[in-house]
């Protein structure tokens, strides 16, 4: 199957800061790409879609000010946490897809886990 | 909100076939129903898909009730590795753009 790589792995960042993480499809062109975050014992969040070279579209209640994605190229999207806080630690997983509708595939990467001290 | 709903747990024995249900009685004719695990701490993994047909490839089955109301993924032979929360996602198309809306998944434990 496809491949979708995520960097960094983890992270540990103080209340405050800024912490981007990178989401790359290795081997397809990404039209598509989507955020999810994951806490604990938890299921899958759907945080925003990007597409390619066009704004994000967030989920209710994800503050776009806050979780800034940026997807400008097809094999490249990343998301930078702003001003971080304790509450902002999570599992942050993407995802994404080539083509439209008739593309069904949709490849997640392997997750970056942040915590905010 | 997720438009599946599944049991939260189930147990199998290893070597036996796992079967995991799942309802989705409010899909629509054009909307598919994905399969996707996630061990610990590790991004979903892609199992099955399907949209009217029953579907097989090399990790399980996936039977659709001719209502589409339902499915049910079959692990065929379940080994320990295959301990996971499984969940059944139906895709859904909202103004032109999809999107796979998790719910709370079955955590199938496979014992040896």
């Known amino acids: 199957g496809a491949v979708v790589s995520q960097h960094p792995s983890w992270v540990i960042c103080k209340s405050g800061t800024s912490v981007k993480i990178e989401c790359r499809s290795l081997?397809?062109?990404?039209?598509?790409m989507f955020w999810y975050r994951q806490f604990p014992k938890q299921s899958l969040m759907l945080m925003a879609t990007?597409?390619?070279?066009?704004?994000?579209?967030?989920e209710q209640g994800v503050e776009k000010d806050k979780f800034l994605i940026n997807h400008a190229s097809l094999t490249l999207s990343t998301l930078t946490v702003t001003s971080a806080h304790p509450e902002d630690s999570s599992f942050y997983i993407c995802?994404?897809?080539?083509?439209?509708?008739?593309?069904?595939?949709?490849?997640f990467g392997p997750g970056t886990r942040l915590t905010v001290t | 909100d997720a438009k599946t709903t599944q049991p939260p747990s189930m147990d199998c024995a290893e070597g036996r076939a796992a079967n995991l249900p799942c309802n989705h009685s409010?899909?629509?004719?054009?909307?598919?129903v994905y399969w996707y695990r996630q061990i610990h701490s590790q991004g979903p993994q892609y199992i099955i898909h399907?949209?009217?047909n029953n579907e097989t490839n090399e990790m399980a089955s996936l039977i659709i009730t001719e209502d589409r109301k339902s499915s049910t993924l079959i692990l065929p032979h379940a080994t320990l590795r295959d301990t996971a929360v499984y969940y059944c996602?139906?895709?859904?198309?909202?103004?032109?753009?999809?999107?796979?809306?998790f719910g709370q998944g079955t955590r199938l434990t496979i014992n040896p």
């Open positions: 409010t899909i629509s004719g054009n909307e598919y």
């Open positions: 990007s597409n390619e070279g066009s704004k994000a579209t967030y």
């Open positions: 996602i139906v895709r859904v198309v909202i103004q032109g753009a999809q999107k796979l809306v």
């Open positions: 399907g949209l009217k």
């Open positions: 081997d397809f062109q990404a039209t598509t």
């Open positions: 995802s994404a897809t080539s083509g439209g509708l008739r593309r069904v595939e949709q490849y």
